[in-house]
T-cell receptor, first 112, second 112 residues
Framework: QKEVEQNSGPLSVPEGAIASLNCTYSDRVSQSFFWYRQYSGKSPELIMSIYSNGDKEDGRFTAQLNKASQYVSLLIRDSQPSDSATYLC????????????WGLGTSLAVNP | ETGVTQSPTHLIKTRGQQVTLRCSSQ?????VSWYQQALGQGPQFIFQYYREEENGRGNFPPRFSGLQFPNYSSELNVNALELDDSALYLCASSLPRDNEQFFGPGTRLTVL
């Protein structure tokens, strides 16, 4: 059974701090990794995609992938109250029609 | 460029009824995937359509069916509705050979 696991939180950080969100996955043939942000009652919004080991930066967001340890993380620098949302980690596997396998999400609260 | 659109936004049905949900993919995206998201859960893959053919299916019963049209828009049909079908139904589209999926706003289905 392919699984994606995240801490449900809530993760609470003060405004301006770095928020660190983690995700582990169980299958070594995992191919592509995604972080989505979902506000309450809304649909997921793609923030970052990462395909190879290492770091990928986009503005205040950095995704980190470590395939040997089977984890992917998302760092949010200079956190803002508008970053308060649920962050979903999703993974696709080779030969699986690009089906996204999702974690349950981590709730992030950024306190002014 | 128009993003992914879904209709209707909200829907209330009673147990045993049938429902059709609609999705228009983002311009140039020929792959459409449908997901079901229950409250507090990550999305669950229902099925994917590519060039008007089903291209992968999750663990959903046959009463969940779909179509894709030549313009790449898609429908999700659910027969014999059950109370547990109450959820947010998400449609996502993607480019050919691209793993990034972009979501529409979703349809909130309530079954009474």
């Amino acid at each position: 059974q392919k699984e994606v696991e995240q801490n449900s939180g809530p993760l609470s950080v003060p405004e301006g701090a770095i928020a660190s969100l983690n995700c582990t996955y169980s299958d070594r043939v995992s191919q592509s990794f995604f972080w989505y942000r979902q506000y309450s009652g809304k649909s997921p919004e793609l923030i970052m995609s990462i395909y190879s080991n290492g770091d990928k930066e986009d503005g205040r967001f950095t995704a980190q992938l470590n395939k040997a340890s089977q984890y992917v993380s998302l760092l949010i620098r200079d956190s803002q109250p508008s970053d308060s949302a649920t962050y979903l980690c999703a993974v696709t596997y080779a030969g699986n029609n690009r089906k996204l396998i999702w974690g349950l999400g981590t709730s992030l609260a950024v306190n002014p | 460029e128009t993003g992914v659109t879904q209709s209707p936004t909200h829907l209330i049905k009673t147990r045993g009824q049938q429902v059709t949900l609609r999705c228009s993919s983002q311009s140039g995206h020929n792959t459409v995937s449908w997901y079901q998201q229950a409250l507090g859960q990550g999305p669950q893959f229902i099925f994917q359509y590519y060039r008007e053919e089903e291209n992968g299916r999750g663990n959903f019963p046959p009463r969940f069916s779909g179509l894709q049209f030549p313009n790449y828009s898609s429908e999700l049909n659910v027969n014999a509705l059950e109370l547990d079908d109450s959820a947010l139904y998400l449609c996502a589209s993607s480019l050919p050979r691209d793993n990034e999926q972009f979501f529409g706003p979703g349809t909130r289905l309530t079954v009474l």
